[in-house]
């Protein structure tokens, strides 16, 4: 217990610094940050020790096939291979690259993140059809990815230092108990005000999210199914289930067998490697 | 036949004595049905949505569904801002600041999934290998002149901008905010109206010089709810108050106008709290059901209590007064009541519910008001004092009918005639009768909505047509074919009057093929292969933000898109033309695979009156021949009953005559105004032909004779229940929702005509029918008028 306040003491001095300028300026955001509250510190604690379950993994690798369904009914699906380079600096994000094979007019496609902390991610796609790496420069890239009902920063959520928590309750989920920690995004230009989630207090792993738009108003939710552990240490949902509550649309991810260790390193993940993918 | 008569006679006179003895049983029976009922109220609610209009069979509206289903819903309040000064440019800092502050305030209205203006447009533009997506205007208060001007260009040049969210002149922008409701509550669409209109108020006070305008679906479905609203807290106190006025001036008697107040308000108890009860979504429609149960309610107690004041005046007193005055008026009051009761039933045939409610709402209070006539009348007469004064008004009016029955009788074969023609001349100009229903015009200048909405119309379009257009495949809306075939029913689009914009992704694919080749003006075209478009979206796709994105026009599995063509000023008969000259363009010009029909709010509006004359037709004639038949059983003689679809239905068909003439252009309350008049019209029939028979079967008169009789005794009466029904309906008129006041208005024309053809024609035919009957002379009467 006392070890692990030491430990996110440390944390948030590193988070301290990156936002050093900020707090320059502004002494009352400094004084909010010293001063944490216990339900702060807690939700931290819950945040910090389900992303560190997941700590030394070093890359993965896993096919995906994406589902989106619209209020009507219909459907239709996108497969892609994520490919993930776990970075150790917990202030500097991890980076990946999304690799689509189908639909076929979209083949070869690939897309690179380095995912950053509090300013927007470095993003590099790749379009086979004009042979040409195009670097993505949008301050705001909260909308959909692919169409689906997911976000590209929902799949960046699990970078510990992107948001400020709370400690909420703890409360039954399913058939475990699960501590509930609100989280305010605080990099600029999120879709959400806040969300919620719900995160085992076995496994450690987020079971649940709900996603709070500019009103405040719930927008979507987000279920972590088929959990599934990997080297008897690395927990990975296998299928994920978004619903935005406000359209009825909804998006299913669901994922292969994943692969660690494949062996990738910082020179995989340059935009010079993106038309050389296979 | 005697014996029917006698029969209903002994029957009702007994009925009233027995109520009469057991009356303060009755009136706790009255008293217990009536709150009984009248619980129902409180379950009573107003509509907020255009939707209702429409039932759920449908055939646009579940096109119209659909659509929304495979993309967005479409309800949206739209911000029309513009300066004070009219010409002055809106790309200013004051002006463009106060649209970024709106529309980053626009997100926080309730329900609001989307909000597009000029400022928050994702402008792409390419610097070398970087596509670059940013907010068109960001920290407007700090652009210089010169980046103003550059706004101002990427504006007006923009296709998906100009004359959308932007005028061409740069003078006038609009924000635009789509909602989507859960739909679990009727508070939904106020609390966003009211979020918007209190944001428009901060808007405007903290940047001065602006004025904003609100438009748009959820402003027009709330002011179906208000102007309801406001409906009833002007239309009943008025009808009340003016029900009140003539019941004094026609009785002059406390009593009868208490007796009258009572039965009206209790039958409007009835109607709306059954409607509660039934769960009834209130429109200004079927709210003007209380206006029209308080104005048919009336009569039956009117002609009860006139008949009473005379027996009385001939020195029967009140206690053996009442059960005769009953007894002369059981038979018509019914006959009456079952008829206009069967014509507003036949509203049912309409396509649109709030017709149905109305006519079951107001089926049911004149139920009541029939009961109550029969019950609570009599007993409130027994209960209160009844003074009757000498008065020779009585002497007068007999004069002057039996005057008229006269002049009938000696010129009916001229008034036939002459009738006949006038009656042909209106039907002559029904087809000249123009229908419009542009919902922005449903309610009048007193209403802000269509104020807002005028200002709007000047500037931009507020009528979008929908068209989700399919490809040949899953991903085929990158297919070349595809987004050429997409362009150039654009550029079709474009090319009509009615158009004032038209949003296709086909520009959004022009503009990124310009912008992934160094923007290089050459590639504002169509990319030439299926990959690169695909690839093109998928980039773009990546790069918008939250509610900003394209799901709203293009569907999951990329096999459809959604091209939306905005009409600015458009009538019905206008977007008719403009939707077949669209479906034509589309069989010439498009593969098999690509024919979309056209759908949304418009088309269902314009389509709405077809439907609604469609089935009106229908529910009159079906209602005109169940009234033939309740007369034929009633009367007792088959040709009275078969005649009496003449004085009947001619009003009617007179009416749509006059309107073409004397206004021209009518929504589609119009199909509906036949079945609510013909019930009501038919009451003077019924009371001339039922006078008549009795004068004829009863006391044996002669046909002239009967006629005369009739006159006599019911002439005057036929004029005041005319006069209360004018004025009733006149009420009506002033309601702020044209609907009704076209509903009110032509129910007017209806009941002169028919009180014209009862008094002018209807005796001139029955003489006729009479001399076929048995061409026995009959004296010298008779022969008169050839004479003269």
Not at chain 2, 93 to 98: K, P, S, V
Not at chain 2, 554 to 562: E, G, Y
Not at chain 2, 610 to 633: E, K, P, W
Request: glycine share 6%; charged share 20%.
């Amino acid at each position: 217990m006392k070890q692990r306040n030491i430990f996110s003491a440390t944390l948030l001095f590193v988070a301290s610094i990156a936002s050093f300028s900020q707090l320059l300026i502004s002494p009352a955001l400094a004084a909010t940050i010293e001063e944490k509250t216990p339900e702060e510190v807690k939700g931290f604690d819950i945040a910090a020790r389900s992303d560190r379950s997941d700590r030394g993994f070093g890359d993965s690798e896993a096919e995906m096939t994406m589902v989106l369904r619209n209020a009507a009914g219909q459907e239709a699906s996108r497969t892609m291979r994520f490919t993930t380079l776990e970075i150790p600096d917990e202030s500097v994000g991890d980076k990946s690259l999304v690799l689509f094979s189908t639909p076929r007019d979209i083949e070869g496609t690939a897309l690179l993140s380095h995912a950053k902390m509090l300013d927007p991610d470095d993003q590099w796609l790749y379009l086979p059809a004009l042979k040409r790496v195009k670097r993505i420069s949008s301050r705001n890239k909260s909308g959909p990815f692919v169409g689906s009902e997911f976000a590209f920063e929902d799949f960046t959520a699990s970078e510990l230092n992107k948001f400020t928590y709370k400690y909420l309750r703890e409360e039954a989920c399913g058939e475990l108990q699960c501590d509930v920690v609100e989280r305010f995004p605080r990099y600029e230009n999120s879709g959400y005000t806040k969300q919620i989630s719900w995160v085992d207090t076995t496994d450690y792993q987020i079971r649940k999210i709900a996603f709070y738009d500019r009103r405040d108003s719930l927008l979507k939710e987000l279920k972590f199914e088929d959990y599934r552990q990997y080297a008897d240490t690395y927990w990975r949902s296998h299928r994920l289930v978004m619903k935005n509550m406000q359209t009825n649309k909804s998006t299913d991810l669901v994922y292969g067998e994943y692969k660690f260790g494949v062996g990738l390193t910082d020179s995989d993940f340059v935009k010079g490697r993106l038309s050389r993918l296979r | 036949m005697d014996r029917y008569f006698e029969a209903i006679d002994r029957f009702s006179a007994k009925l009233t004595r027995g109520i009469i003895q057991f009356r303060w049983l009755v009136l706790a029976g009255v008293v217990v049905m009536t709150f009984g009922a009248g619980a129902g109220m409180s379950k009573l609610e107003f509509s907020a949505n255009y939707r209702t209009f429409f039932s759920d069979e449908n055939p646009e509206l579940a096109a119209f569904e659909n659509l929304q289903a495979t993309y967005t819903k479409n309800d949206n309040i739209l911000f029309v801002i513009e300066p004070e000064n009219e010409g002055d440019t809106a790309f200013t800092n004051n002006t463009l600041a106060a649209v970024e502050a709106l529309t980053a305030e626009a997100w926080k209205i309730p329900y609001a999934i989307r909000v597009d203006s000029v400022s928050n447009f994702q402008y792409t533009k390419a610097i070398e290998d970087d596509l670059i997506v940013e907010d068109l205007v960001i920290n407007a208060k700090d652009l210089t002149p010169a980046e103003l001007l550059s706004r101002k260009k990427i504006s007006i040049d923009e296709p998906l901008l100009v004359n959308q969210l932007v005028t061409p002149s740069g003078g006038v922008t609009a924000v635009n905010v789509v909602l989507q409701y859960p739909e679990k509550s009727l508070m939904e669409v106020p609390e966003a109206v009211n979020a918007a209109r209190a944001l428009r108020e901060r808007i405007e006070t903290e940047f001065s010089g602006i004025n904003i305008s609100l438009t748009g679906v959820s402003m027009l479905n709330n002011t179906f709810s208000e102007v309801g609203q406001m409906d009833a807290g002007t239309l009943i106190p008025l009808m009340f108050l003016v029900i009140l006025v003539m019941a004094w001036l026609i009785l002059r008697s406390f009593a009868g106008t208490v007796s009258i107040l009572l039965v009206i308000a209790f039958s409007t108890i009835v109607g709306m709290g059954v409607a509660g009860f039934f769960g009834v979504k209130l429109t200004p429609i079927s709210m003007s059901a209380t206006t029209v149960i308080l104005t048919l309610a009336v009569a039956d107690s009117i002609h009860i209590l006139i008949s009473l004041r005379g027996l009385m005046r001939e020195g029967l007193p009140k206690i053996e007064a009442i059960p005769e005055a009953v007894r002369l008026n059981f038979m018509p009051v019914t006959i009456t009541s079952v008829t206009t009761i069967v014509g507003f039933l036949s509203l049912n045939f309409s396509d649109s519910p709030p017709f149905w409610h109305l006519g079951n709402i107001t089926a049911v209070g004149i139920g009541a008001a029939w009961l109550f006539s029969l019950t609570l009348l009599p007993v409130l007469m027994s209960l209160l004092p009844v003074k009757v004064k000498e008065a020779h008004e009585t002497e007068w009016s007999q004069t002057m009918m039996t005057r008229l029955a006269n002049f009938v009788i000696a010129n009916y074969r001229k008034l036939l005639v002459g009738v006949s023609v006038v009656v042909l001349a209106f039907i002559a100009f029904i087809p000249t009768i123009t229908f419009n229903d542009q919902w922005v015009e449903y309610f009048d200048e007193r209403v802000e909505f269509r104020t807002d909405s005028d200002q709007a119309l000047k500037h931009f379009g507020l009528y979008p047509i929908e068209f989700s257009v399919p490809a040949l495949n899953s991903g085929g809306i990158s297919e070349p074919e595809y987004l050429d075939n997409l362009e150039k029913f654009a550029v079709f689009l474009r090319s009509q009057s009615e158009v004032i914009h038209v949003y296709s992704i086909s520009d959004i694919m022009k503009r990124l093929n310009k912008n992934m080749h160094g923007d290089d003006q050459s590639f504002y075209r169509i990319p030439d292969n299926r990959e690169l478009s695909a690839q093109y979206l998928l980039l773009y796709e990546l790069s918008l933000p939250y509610g900003l994105d394209l799901n709203d026009r293009i569907n999951v599995d990329k096999s459809a898109t959604r091209v939306t063509a905005m009409l600015h000023k458009a009538t019905t008969s206008e977007t008719k033309i403009f939707l077949a000259n669209s479906r034509q363009w589309m069989a010439e010009n498009w593969p098999e695979y690509m024919q979309a029909q056209p759908t949304s709010a418009q088309v269902m509006f314009t389509y709405i009156t077809d439907r609604n004359i469609h089935n009106m037709i229908t529910g009159t004639i079906a209602a005109i021949f169940a009234i033939a038949l309740i007369m034929i059983v009633a009367l007792r003689s088959f040709r009275l009953g078969m005649l009496s679809m003449i004085p009947n239905g001619l009003p009617l068909l007179m009416t749509f005559g006059a309107w073409a003439l004397l206004v021209g252009e009518v929504g589609f309350s119009v199909a509906t105004v036949a079945s609510i008049s013909l019930g009501i019209i038919v009451d003077d029939t019924v009371h001339f032909l039922s006078k008549y028979v009795r004068a004829r079967n009863e006391k044996g008169l002669s046909a002239e004779d009967s006629i005369r009789y009739a006159y006599r005794n019911v002439g005057m009466a036929i004029v005041v229940n005319t006069i209360i029904l004018v004025i009733g309906f006149l009420v009506l008129t002033t309601s702020s929702f044209k609907l009704n006041v076209d509903m009110g208005l032509m129910t007017i024309m209806s009941i002169l005509f028919a009180l014209l053809l009862d008094f002018l024609f209807l005796p001139a035919l029955l003489l006729v029918m009479e001399k076929d009957k048995r061409s026995v002379p009959k004296g010298d009467t008779q022969s008169a008028p050839e004479s003269l």
